[in-house]
């Protein structure tokens, strides 16, 4: 162990003195912003963001550029998107002046019962295989956003997508790594060899990587739209799949999907309303994590100091025990979103964090009588769309049905088998999602539109973000490149619990001397190269009248506009 951290210790002494230095700004930056006027697109593959532009720049709205791109995203980036997965959304509406919230996900079979896992000998639902697949909501929330917003015909702004899959796209490097990863783990499962690794092996950098079977598909879902998917052909050939393999999910499960509008929710942090959707997915996570930091004088204390990294990570230890208990499906369990996210509970948590220590167990609270593709567009009339869409566990369950050329996703995972849990599995229910689009308001008017992808990062993102602009004064781009932290092992919604504090894992760049202090304070630190997500954000900048976009350096991601 000593000699673990030894080498921990000299990894981080030799980043920060081959760090650049730049003119402007923090040494960790990768780049400027980028600024324009007219429209600006980040996502996390240069292909979707350019496909974003083109909508724009064709007469389509932030809308129908953000469908674009994550149809785009579902041919270039696998690993993380798909129609086979789920899809949420928030969407500043310029000409209504408000927000509003799309769950686009799907439900758990039902001809699927609690039983059949207890009767099994199970003791959690398999991560990988038939039982883990739950309804993909994807194609069916992108009509539902563009039946509300959308200007541009379907056909205009998925014929992008269908031209990658037909004619193919080279392969960038960050999504050959997961492509070789993640089919290296499901090569045994049908038909993921004759779609995903062309000629034996998955496509390497590089490579021109072709699916023409995704290709038809897009073309049957532009002929007939969401009811191709859900009651045409297509339902048809994913029930007969699934019966063949085992599984549950059905025509009749597909064609009962629907997505909801929702209302976003939000706390006001330091003078900044920061929104969230409401379970059945973990946005509250990130409100009560800010809610709990906002007592603190964060500035103060300063980036990458012991004292900021030590309350961050016992803020989130408290509210993902609340996740463990109470996020779930609201129309199966009551959730108590507004006493979660309230400042008076946030005020009683925080009465429990030991500013010099760190805790390795807290309990939920007591309440009176709950892999992945981000991206955000923008556009000259004013909407602003938060949207992250995935398969889950980077390319799903495994399940890929025959013809088609997409894998179904693997949500089902994340449901809980302990009865009497508010996030136990049910026919018909929505599992717990860690999927979370967030946005920011000042004075009622749209600020910042953004996303961290990455499972249980994504709130810590969140939060990190949302600190890294508004305490410490980062620019957007400053606010993603930022060195992150990440702390794993809280309870979990599947009824698995935290006993020993869990661990903290820090990315390279934070000091030597912060890091010994963490460990002296109690905490269990380690380096881990990579799961801190993929951050892409706009700003408006109400003064110049222009946009700012971000995209970080982890992934292979763009910012860009015009």
């Keep these: ?25 923090h040494e960790f930056a990768t780049r400027s912003e980028v600024i324009a006027r007219n429209g600006m697109a980040a996502t996390s593959q240069p292909l979707a963001t350019q496909v974003a532009l083109d909508i724009l720049k064709k007469g389509g709205n932030a809308i129908d550029a953000a469908i674009a791109a994550n149809a785009v995203l579902g041919v270039v980036e696998p690993t993380g998107a798909g129609i086979g997965g789920d899809l949420f959304a928030i969407i500043w509406s310029a000409d209504k002046g408000k927000l509003y919230g799309l769950n686009g996900s799907g439900r758990s079979p039902r001809s699927l019962k609690l039983e059949y896992f207890l009767d099994n000998g199970y003791e959690f639902i398999p991560s990988y295989g038939p039982l883990p697949v739950s309804v993909p909501g994807c194609v069916d929330a992108w009509y539902e956003i563009h039946d509300m917003f959308g200007r541009l015909p379907m056909k205009d702004i998925l014929q ?73 052909t297509i339902a048809h050939q994913i029930d007969a799949f699934m019966k063949k393999q085992g599984g549950f999910l059905s025509f009749d499960d597909l064609s009962r999907h629907h997505s909801e509008w929702v209302e976003p929710v939000s706390t006001n942090y330091r003078g900044y309303e920061v929104w969230e959707l409401p379970p059945n997915g973990q946005g509250i996570a990130a409100l009560q994590m800010l809610n709990i930091l906002e007592g603190y004088d964060l500035a103060a204390m300063g980036f990458g100091s012991a004292e900021y990294m030590h309350l961050f990570t016992e803020a989130k230890k408290l ?50 009588a709950g892999n992945t593709v981000y991206l955000t567009v923008a556009d000259k ?23 088609l050329g997409f894998v179904l996703q693997d949500r089902g995972e994340m449901f809980s088998l302990e009865k009497g849990h508010a996030n136990v599995y049910a026919p018909g229910k929505r599992p717990f999602q860690t999927i979370i689009p967030a946005f920011i308001t000042k004075d009622k008017k749209p600020w910042v539109s953004f996303g961290v992808m990455g499972g249980d990062m994504q709130p810590q993102g969140h939060v990190q973000i949302v600190v890294n602009l508004i305490d410490f004064k980062m620019n957007l781009q400053e606010a993603g490149d930022a060195p992150r932290m990440h702390h794993t092992g809280s309870s979990e919604p599947t009824g698995q619990q935290m006993t020993d504090g869990g661990v903290l894992l820090l990315e390279s760049g934070f000091r030597t001397e912060v890091i010994q202090k963490l460990m002296s304070m109690g905490h269990t630190v380690q380096w881990d190269l990579g799961g801190y997500g993929g951050y892409q954000a706009i700003m408006w900048d109400s003064k110049n009248k222009v946009w700012f976009g971000a995209s970080e350096s982890r992934k292979d991601g763009q910012a860009s506009g015009y």
């Design 319 to 368: 509210a993902f025990e609340d996740r463990a208990r109470y996020y779930t499906d609201p129309l199966f369990s009551s959730v108590p979103v507004t006493q979660l996210i309230s400042k008076k509970y946030a005020d009683e948590r925080r009465k429990l964090i030991d500013p010099q220590k760190a805790a390795k167990v807290y309990n939920a609270g007591v309440l009176e």
């Design 160 to 232: 992008p997508a269908i031209n990658y899959a037909r004619e193919g796209f080279p392969v960038t490097e960050v999504i050959a790594y997961y492509l070789e990863r993640g089919t290296s783990t499901l090569k045994e499962y049908p038909n993921i060899k004759e779609v995903y690794m062309p000629g034996g092996k998955a496509p390497s950098k590089g490579e021109i990587f072709k699916n023409p079977l995704l290709a038809n598909t897009l073309e049957k879902i532009v002929k007939g739209g969401r009811n191709e998917f859900y009651r045409g």
């Design 1 to 25: 162990m000593k000699r673990v951290l030894s080498l921990f210790i000299a990894l981080c002494n030799f980043v920060t003195a081959i760090s650049q230095d730049r003119i402007t700004g």
């Design 381 to 403: 009339y004013g909407n602003m769309v938060s949207l992250i869409q995935s398969n889950y566990r980077g390319m799903g369950s495994g399940m890929c049905p025959t013809g």
